[in-house]
T-cell receptor, first 116, second 112 residues
Framework: DTEVTQTPKHLVMGMTNKKSLKCEQH?????MYWYKQKAKKPPELMFV???????INESVPSRFSPECPNSSLLNLHLHALQPEDSALYLC???????????????FGPGTRLTVL | KQEVTQIPAALSVPEGENLVLNCSFT??????LQWFRQDPGKGLTSLLL?????REQTSGRLNASLDKSSGRSTLYIAASQPGDSATYLC???????????FGPGTRLSVLP
């Protein structure tokens, strides 16, 4: 199974709402990533979790709050978002072994987020 | 700061042509470079990954090369097909870091 799943596929929310994006993989990968992608732009890295610990936060506003409850799950909690946060949010995972950094990132299909 | 560029930004070719997509990066201290394709509104599919110690990788009709010292990678697509139409992105991984930097992509259209 080389699949990363993301739910929901589409999400529309108001600026006062609280919502969460979910990502799941069962490949035994220990690194998981959140990216944001605006239309016709490349993905921009937001967060990286390695062995369930946050290892990279690319200066993302606090209205985005990541969580890694276990090695297979990654959540992104959203609160008080702005219309400019509307984008495709992509999750990815890769193998990670202590002392080395390896290999291919596998991406999910993304969640299309619209903030009204 | 690592910057990644891709040329051309868009490309339209008739079916059957061989084509080359280019990726350039400013900092040669990379761990690996990965090529992806992305269909409109969808996630990314990994095509090829080249470690910094490698010169090229091949998968089917795809061949990717890496010249780390000059900061360049090329993706060669042989005998292009309409199903190859997509945006192709390269991504560079920093030495021993988990930061990936993506190029802006090349939008490829293969006409039947």
């Amino acid at each position: 199974d080389t699949e990363v799943t993301q739910t929901p596929k589409h999400l529309v929310m108001g600026m006062t709402n609280k919502k969460s994006l979910k990502c799941e993989q069962h490949m035994g990968h220990r690194a998981m990533y959140w990216y944001k992608q605006k239309a016709k732009k490349p993905p921009e890295l937001m967060f990286v979790y390695s062995y369930e610990k946050l290892s990279i936060n690319e200066s993302v506003p606090s209205r985005f709050s990541p969580e890694c409850p276990n090695s297979s799950l990654l959540n992104l909690h959203l609160h008080a978002l702005q219309p400019e946060d509307s984008a495709l949010y992509l999750c990815a995972s890769s193998q990670e072994r202590t002392g080395t950094i390896t290999d291919t990132q596998y991406f999910g299909p993304g969640t299309r987020l619209t903030v009204l | 700061k690592q910057e990644v560029t891709q040329i051309p930004a868009a490309l339209s070719v008739p079916e059957g042509e061989n084509l080359v997509l280019n990726c350039s990066f400013t900092d040669s201290a990379i761990y690996n470079l990965q090529w992806f394709r992305q269909d409109p509104g969808k996630g990314l599919t990994s095509l090829l990954l080249i470690q910094s110690s490698q010169r090229e990788q091949t998968s089917g009709r795809l061949n990717a090369s890496l010249d780390k010292s000059s900061g360049r990678s090329t993706l060669y697509i042989a005998a292009s097909q309409p199903g190859d139409s997509a945006t192709y992105l390269c991504a560079v991984r920093r030495n021993y870091g988990q930061n990936f930097v993506f190029g802006p992509g090349t939008r490829l259209s293969v006409l039947p």
